[in-house]
């Protein structure tokens, strides 16, 4: 493929809810723009795009996938994110690497729980967007309705370009309701008709509406249309284009991935109406903003890496300044390392081609640098350029995973440490105290595609539970209590005697050790020993064997041998006296509470609501948040576990939640006992372990 000027290029990103047929539209376009011969289908393992193995397996997309391509004198560079919420990682790489973006809707489900995720992600990111209502071609399929439906629940400023010629298996054709021009399909072509007589009206009041959404893009245009009511077509396209760039216009089209009906007209007005590379800029981590410029500094970002195009890694990087050629030096400026990229590639699915330059506005990927990862920045030496990196959504889902043989630790952290470098949206946690690993991923669906590629690519197998919790336990009471510790074997002897007072202190204030021996009762050679001891028990408390925490300890007396007194009897004396002390002072268990933050549409309040009431969740406010409510809860970290699962079946996938550490709280009596029986067990299941 040949270089294309900057003005030329068009990064789309194309999401929406899974179901809603992306990848088949996306397919579509790929076929009418003449790059394949014929359309790949998801369903019989044909997909260009769904090319992968996890892919292929489950029939539904899980990575971000590039299509480049040439359409009427554009290079198009779309960006096909999986519509999985587990994948919603992929989806904001491919934001941040795209211009704009398409959302597709299922013309027969209409709007769904991410059709509407992702279109907040891109007004977080300010990404001018289109619409694809698809499946027109379906029984049920509604086009008004679902118009309809994205106005309200997405976006009042969304409005149809083109209206339908039929519906269902009677869909054949669209109307353009800019020209008031009608156009039938003919295969992936189209060839223009007379407009039915019966939908005159409503072509002519789509195209009023239009006209004034153009108009009130710009002031002058907005002035012609007041003193004229009308605008010509050309000028028009100029407002919408400008709208769509602004983010105040969203157009609507209808089409037929499945059947490849107006693909090739949503790809023409994409690349007339669309902005391209040069008409934006992109944030920098200084807080100014880099507009594109062939001739300004070199600078990039990888926005993924994968290592299923290819035999070996590939990094896809953005260009968003200068010219990269083919064997350029560069640096690598989030991590200031030299590096040299030897050739460019393009990439239609897994299909490649070579490049021969990387130019402003353009994608192209490369032989995976020696230290460089996602988001990090690339240019050249002397002009430090690092641009924001893409803000992915923290994960939500936690498991503990082991090896399944002994002996594959090593190779486990090897495998997930090289996986992260493609998949940043999980976390690898080692938590010592509980003796697990914590997987913290996107959901269920999340965690079964990480383990299958570990198993695949590194013939690593591991197995997932349910991750233990950081309980704590404390006393409510005081206890006074002296422990002798003596022993004659013969030789020299063992002897200590400590006396020891422990008390409650207000929760959150620690662990306090106070020396109170006055008159040498104890040496004082003798009391770092005694308080080697205790600290040594309050790592194992009585209850469950968990850190002891929120409270003090006075040691206030006690009494020595010359002989045989020492370090070592002093330091048992004192674990077993802080022993029997915390099992005299009414200890109980401490669980750690997390504050819960759900955004949920208004129809599943009560769900949400009595799900966390029964994970004895405490509401601590509500209010409104956009189009959303948002709920604070402060819940018990132990009940929830799936919580993204389940919240995701209650809501149908409109509600998500993120949670953060709070404090710790005593549990509850009614539950402590049942609690402290299983928590026993796992412990002796962790010393077992050691």
């Avoid at 009042?156 to 298996?169: D, H, N, T, V, Y």
């Avoid at 393009?346 to 081609?353: A, D, I, M, T, Y």
């Avoid at 009897?569 to 029997?580: D, E, I, P, Q, Y």
């Avoid at 769900?607 to 709920?631: H, Y």
């Amino acid at each position: 493929m040949k270089t294309f000027d900057s003005a030329d290029i068009r990064n789309i990103v194309v999401a929406g809810h899974s179901g809603s047929g992306k990848t088949t539209l996306s397919e579509a376009m790929i076929f009418t723009a003449g790059a394949t011969s014929r359309q790949g289908k998801v369903a019989d393992g044909t997909s260009i795009l769904d090319h992968t193995a996890d892919e292929t397996k489950r029939k539904t997309g899980i990575q971000l996938s590039l299509a480049q391509f040439e359409y009427r004198g554009k290079k198009v560079n779309l960006l096909d994110a999986p519509g999985y919420a587990d994948f919603i990682g992929e989806v904001a790489a491919g934001m941040k690497a795209a211009d704009f973006g398409l959302i597709v809707v299922s013309a027969t489900a209409g709007v769904e729980p991410d059709t509407e995720r992702h279109s907040q992600m891109m007004d977080e990111r300010n990404l001018p967007r289109f619409f694809a209502v698809n499946a027109m071609d379906k029984e049920q399929a509604d086009y008004a309705r679902t118009c309809t439906q994205i106005r309200e629940r997405v976006t009042e400023r969304a409005a149809p370009l083109f209206i339908p010629i039929g519906s269902g298996p009677s869909f054949k054709g669209m109307i353009d309701v800019i020209n008031e021009h009608a156009y039938e399909f003919s295969g992936k072509e189209w060839k223009e008709i007379p407009v039915p007589a019966d939908m005159m009206p409503a072509i002519h009041e789509a195209h009023r509406q239009v006209v004034e959404l153009a108009a009130e893009s710009e002031d002058e245009l907005l002035e012609k249309y007041l003193e004229t009511l009308e605008l010509t077509e050309e000028e028009t396209k100029h407002g919408l284009h400008t709208g769509i760039l602004k983010g105040t216009i969203f157009p609507i089209l209808p089409v037929s991935g499945d059947k490849c009906l107006g693909a090739g007209l949503l790809l023409k007005t994409m690349i007339e109406l669309g902005p391209s590379p040069t008409e934006e800029g992109i944030d920098l981590v200084d807080g100014t903003m880099l507009h594109c410029d062939p001739s300004g500094p070199k600078a990039a970002l990888i926005f993924k890496i994968t290592s299923d195009l290819i035999a070996q890694e590939v990094a896809l990087i953005r260009c968003y300044s200068g010219v990269f050629e083919n064997g350029v030096d560069i640096i690598n400026h989030t991590n200031d390392n030299g590096e040299r990229i030897g050739h460019f590639y393009h990439f239609l699915g897994k299909e490649r081609s070579d490049a021969d330059k990387l130019v402003a506005g353009d994608i192209a990927a490369a032989a995976k640098l020696k230290t460089a990862h996602v988001n990090h920045s690339i240019g050249e030496k002397g002009r430090k350029v690092v641009i924001a990196p893409i803000v992915f959504p923290p994960p939500v889902h936690e498991v503990a995973i082991a090896p399944k043989h002994k002996g594959d630790e090593d190779k486990v952290g090897t495998a997930f440490h090289k996986l992260h470098e493609e998949d940043p949206t999980f976390k690898l946690e080692l938590q010592a105290e509980l003796h697990q690993t914590v997987l913290k991923a996107m959901g269920d669906q999340h965690v079964d595609v990480i383990i299958d590629r570990l198993r695949r690519r590194f013939s690593v197998e591991v197995e997932a539970s349910k991750p233990r919790v950081a309980f704590r336990e404390t006393i409510k009471g005081t206890a006074d209590v002296s422990y002798r510790h003596k022993k004659q074997t013969g030789g020299r002897g063992q002897f200590a005697d400590v006396s020891i007072k422990v008390e409650p202190v207000p929760r959150g204030g620690g662990y306090e050790f106070v020396n109170n021996i006055v008159g040498g009762v104890i040496p004082s050679r003798f009391i770092p020993a005694v308080e080697k001891g205790l600290n040594e028990k309050k790592e194992r408390g009585t209850l469950a064997g968990y850190p002891v925490v929120d409270f003090r300890v006075r040691l206030h007396f006690g009494s020595y041998h010359d002989v045989d007194s020492s370090e070592m009897a002093f330091k048992v004396a004192g674990r077993m006296a802080l022993k029997n002390a915390l099992e005299q002072a009414s200890p109980t268990l401490l669980e750690p509470i997390m504050m819960v933050t759900v955004l949920v549409p208004d129809d599943y309040m009560g769900d949400v609501m009595g799900d966390l009431s029964s994970r004895r969740g405490k509401i601590q406010g509500m209010e409104p948040d956009g189009r959303v409510q948002k709920i604070k809860a402060a819940v018990p970290q132990v009940e929830l576990y799936r919580y993204s699962t389940t919240l995701r079946s209650l809501t149908q996938g409109r509600a998500r939640y993120a949670a953060e550490f709070s404090h710790y709280e005593e549990v509850p009596r009614e539950a402590q006992d049942k609690l402290v029986e299983q928590l026993r067990k796992e412990m002796v299941a962790i010393e077992e372990e050691e």
